[in-house]
């Protein structure tokens, strides 16, 4: 089944400690791919995009995410967590000719403590 | 640009209830999704569109209604609520398929 998949639903992390986020998608080819942020109460803000070329991408807030096409994965960085990242993270793909179809995973909640 | 908005912000209805939430971009996108947020489910897209007239489903559906008169507005109808339409609804859009999403702020909507 296509899926896209976040297997930590929480993670916390001290105040300038790295971070890495997990996610791994199920789709026949490549499809393009997303990290947003919701912080609480908010909508959606997009973080980064891969669509296609370099596979190491880099988006707003000092966050990176790295595109391994072997492990069909997409995890999100960042060398140094700010508290005011404490936020939901989201990966999602887009299906480009499926309509106007786009998937999310389940999220990741992030703590981050002093 | 006001980008995506969404009318109401906050509603409460009653089991069996009608309303529409609104969506308007001013974008000129063509393509336009609703979706619904569930705590642990992530975002789910209930329909979308890809241009004035055409709306198709996706994974969560049922109970729900939309048309796409202009490309602008992209109205979501729930005609008769229940319990289990209790969520936040996002509606997007964006200027090819499968490409990045503009949201607007969200409606949290509760069914009693």
């Known amino acids: 089944a296509q899926s896209v998949t976040q297997p930590d639903i929480h993670i916390t992390v001290s105040e300038g400690a790295s971070l890495e986020l997990r996610c791994n998608y199920s789709?026949?080819?490549?499809?393009?791919l997303f990290w947003y942020v919701q912080s609480p109460g908010q909508g959606l803000q997009l973080l980064l995009k891969?669509?296609?070329?370099?596979?190491l991408v880099q988006g707003i807030k000092g966050f990176e995410a790295e595109f391994k096409r072997s492990q069909s994965s997409f995890n999100l960085r960042k060398p140094s967590v700010h508290w005011s990242d404490a936020a939901e993270y989201f990966c999602?793909?887009?299906?480009?000719?499926?309509?106007?179809?786009?998937?999310f995973g389940t999220g990741t909640s992030l703590t981050v403590i002093p | 640009n006001a980008g995506v908005t969404q009318t109401p912000k906050f509603q409460v209805l009653k089991t069996g209830q009608s309303m529409t939430l609104q969506c308007a971009q001013d974008m000129n996108h063509e393509y336009m999704s609703w979706y619904r947020q569930d705590p642990g489910m992530g975002l789910r897209l209930i329909h979308y569109s890809v241009g004035a007239g055409i709306t198709d489903q996706g994974e969560v559906p049922n109970g729900y209604n939309v048309s796409r008169s202009t490309t602008e507005d992209f109205p979501l109808r729930l005609l008769s609520a229940a319990p289990s339409q209790t969520s936040v609804y996002f509606c997007?859009?964006?200027?090819?398929?499968?490409?990045?999403?503009?949201f607007g702020p969200g409606t949290r909507l509760t069914v009693l």
């Open positions: 789709y026949g080819a490549t499809p393009y």
């Open positions: 997007a859009s964006s200027y090819e398929p499968g490409y990045e999403q503009f």
């Open positions: 999602a793909v887009g299906l480009p000719n499926t309509g106007n179809q786009f998937y």
């Open positions: 891969y669509f296609s070329g370099d596979t």
